[in-house]
């Protein structure tokens, strides 16, 4: 079965950090690019970040520059997003999803999503 | 930065068919998708490349996408249909959402 199962989620105070984890199984991982999507609750969805299949290039939303991190372990089929200097309005539910149908991002979608795992700040 | 903009609802009898529109500047001129989301679940994709369906997504889901307007249509609509939608698009390379229509089966 293909799917992405997410993990690391919890409660962090403000200023603290988190490290979510996303592990693919039932496909191969590696020529994927690979995204963060995010939902605060009783919100809309909210693109978070990408990274490329190579892992060379990623891309984020404004209001987690500078703060959150992208990264994969192809070996491991896992996706990662490093989250420091957490602030209230990051509180969400943290869905990892894969990018298909596309040609380097262009026209791409998202296919699978996992089941997403929730990020509390709040002191 | 890029917006896409959705009515915040729209309701539709049984059988009867629902429009859902998504709007932002030129996005006839990029690709859009659409991704349907029961409460308590996941997004699902329903429409890529404009008006291409997944596999295992029925029929009854079609797109398109023109001008500044793209378009989810749903024919003979089901109570089972009952969901947010989100329009997504790319904009520079990041990803870009509408804000979601709750589309009510009644």
């Known amino acids: 079965e293909v799917q992405l199962v997410e993990s690391g989620g919890g409660l962090v105070q403000p200023g603290g950090s988190l490290r979510l984890s996303c592990a693919a199984s039932?496909?191969?991982?590696?020529?994927?690019?690979m995204h963060w999507v995010r939902q605060a609750p009783g919100k809309g969805l909210v693109w978070v970040s990408r990274?490329?299949?190579?892992?060379?290039?990623?891309i984020y939303a404004d209001s987690v520059q500078g703060r959150f991190i992208i990264s994969r372990d192809d070996a491991k089929s896992t996706l990662y997003l490093q989250m420091n200097s957490l602030r209230a309005e990051d509180t969400a539910m943290y869905y990892c999803?894969?990018?298909?149908?596309?040609?380097?991002?262009?026209?791409?979608?998202?296919?699978?999503w996992g089941q997403g795992t929730m990020v509390t700040v709040s002191s | 930065s890029y917006e896409l903009t959705q009515a915040p609802s729209v309701s539709v009898s049984p059988g009867q068919t629902a429009s859902i529109t998504c709007s932002g500047d030129?996005?006839?001129?990029?690709?859009a998708c659409w991704y349907q989301q029961k409460p308590g679940q996941s997004p699902v994709l329903v429409i890529y490349?404009?008006?291409k369906r997944p596999s295992g997504i029925p029929e009854r889901f079609s797109g398109s996408n023109s001008g500044n307007t793209a378009t989810l249509t749903i024919s003979g609509t089901q109570a089972m249909d009952e969901a947010d939608y989100y329009c997504?698009?790319?904009?520079?390379?990041?990803?870009?959402f509408g804000g979601g229509t709750k589309l009510t089966v009644l």
């Open positions: 030129k996005l006839g001129d990029k690709y």
């Open positions: 990274i490329t299949s190579d892992g060379s290039n990623t």
């Open positions: 490349k404009n008006s």
């Open positions: 997504q698009a790319w904009d520079s390379s990041t990803g870009v």
């Open positions: 999803a894969r990018a298909n149908y596309g040609s380097r991002g262009a026209g791409d979608a998202f296919d699978i």
């Open positions: 039932g496909f191969t991982f590696s020529p994927f690019w």
